[in-house]
């Protein structure tokens, strides 16, 4: 069946569309390939299922639920905050959206807004919102520790780490909060492209250094303390006549492992960096704004025409390639064993061999979509779906 849904996701990650839905009614332009037909190795039982008020509805989002201290912690939109144990009761309510906003975005509106998040650290969760304002929230109770107002949305995950809280902004502020009082502490502006994608990459804490994707097709490293720039290296040169052809951001969340990075672009390449010395150890052509995956000597990458690979870590070379879900609107995989996992906007959930690439099952979660990866614990599969259902599962 052809669909329109890829023009318009794509569409919708374009900076300025904040209010854009994934779903209308332009005229169809790619074929989305149909549901793999295979027959199941195994099935996979439901633990239990609840819901967070909408969920993302039809708008462009990366929330994704969070596993913490032995609690399952998830966000909708519209600013339903909800945790739950592990068994699927609920424990606590936060509804962001009667929180007054102070700030030029949204004053005190019946949409939160929530768009990037969680984190969880401290014994708190924190969040940021397409309002421009980052939340501290008591893990235990859900009570709002703090509210503090930062330079633009907040559209990825904060990283917390030494007491502070990291967001980068969707007009390229990078800005660093107390973690326990939301006191700003520093704020660099970032030079921005005149068109970028509208998602942003999570920044990454290690060793008192920020690593950030950007959108000009770098990732930078920057000190944690002051926010000054220490290194940064290129995974995109832009081309093409028109601005869109130029897009190079880098907004997938980089894989560290030890001292290596590995970063991948919008229109650009999977790099491998040591950072200890600077180096670029291989380059090989991506495309994918996808977070990275990885598992043993593995990455597993999902690129924009919602291909799956499996790349060998230490040289680059591409291990297999699974094409069959081309244009299904898949998530960022997730390793879970021996099977690596993706979703896909109609709301089937594939398992994947890991060292194959071939399907060894799937199961049609919710028809409303699957638009972030699965979170895989030790003994559960947690889902988040389009249309809010949180989904926990037996792992395979």
């Not at 945790?83 to 939160?112: C, H, I, M, Y």
Request: hydrophobic letters at 40%; aromatic letters at 8%; charged letters at 20%.
């Amino acid at each position: 069946m052809v669909k329109a849904w890829r023009a318009a996701s794509l569409a919708c990650l374009l900076v300025g569309l904040s209010a854009c839905s994934l779903f209308n009614s332009e005229e169809d332009v790619v074929q989305m390939a149909p549901v793999p037909e295979f027959e199941n190795q195994f099935t996979v039982g439901k633990q239990w299922e609840t819901r967070v008020g909408k969920g993302v509805d039809d708008y462009f989002s990366a929330l994704s639920p969070v596993v913490a201290y032995d609690s399952v912690f998830a966000a909708a939109r519209y600013g339903q905050v909800r945790a739950f144990d592990l068994a699927g009761k609920r424990l606590w309510d936060q509804d962001l959206s009667r929180v007054e906003s102070n700030n030029r975005f949204s004053g005190n509106t019946p949409n939160a807004r929530v768009s990037g998040g969680l984190t969880a650290a401290y014994r708190r969760i924190y969040l940021g919102t397409e309002n421009a304002d980052v939340f501290a929230l008591n893990a235990e109770t859900g009570e709002i520790v703090w509210q503090a107002e930062v330079a633009g949305e907040v559209l990825a995950a904060p990283a917390v780490e030494d007491s502070l809280v990291v967001v980068i902004t969707s007009n390229g502020h990078l800005v660093a909060l107390d973690a326990h009082s939301g006191e700003q502490k520093w704020d660099i502006k970032i030079d921005q492209p005149a068109l970028s994608l509208r998602s942003k990459a999570p920044p990454i804490i290690s060793n008192g250094a920020i690593i950030l994707g950007r959108s000009d097709g770098k990732i930078g490293l920057y000190l944690l303390e002051s926010g000054q720039l220490l290194f940064e290296t290129k995974l995109a040169q832009p081309k093409g006549s028109t601005e869109i052809d130029r897009i190079v951001d880098v907004d997938s969340k980089p894989a560290l492992i030890g001292s290596q990075l590995y970063a991948v672009a919008y229109n650009g390449n999977l790099i491998s960096v040591n950072l200890r010395s600077g180096e670029e150890d291989w380059k090989r052509s991506y495309s994918a704004y996808q977070n990275i995956a990885s598992s043993g000597l593995n990455l597993f990458v999902t690129d924009v025409s919602d291909n799956v690979y499996s790349i060998e870590r230490n040289n680059g070379i591409e291990k297999w390639t699974q094409g069959a879900l081309s244009y299904r609107i898949v998530t960022a995989p997730a390793v879970d064993g021996n099977k690596v996992l993706v979703g896909d906007s109609e709301g089937y959930l594939y398992w994947l061999d890991r060292e194959t690439g071939e399907f060894a099952s799937k199961m049609l979660v919710d028809k409303s979509g699957l638009y972030v990866a699965p979170v895989v614990t030790s003994d559960k599969i947690i889902l988040q779906t389009r249309s809010g259902k949180l989904i926990a599962l037996d792992r395979s």
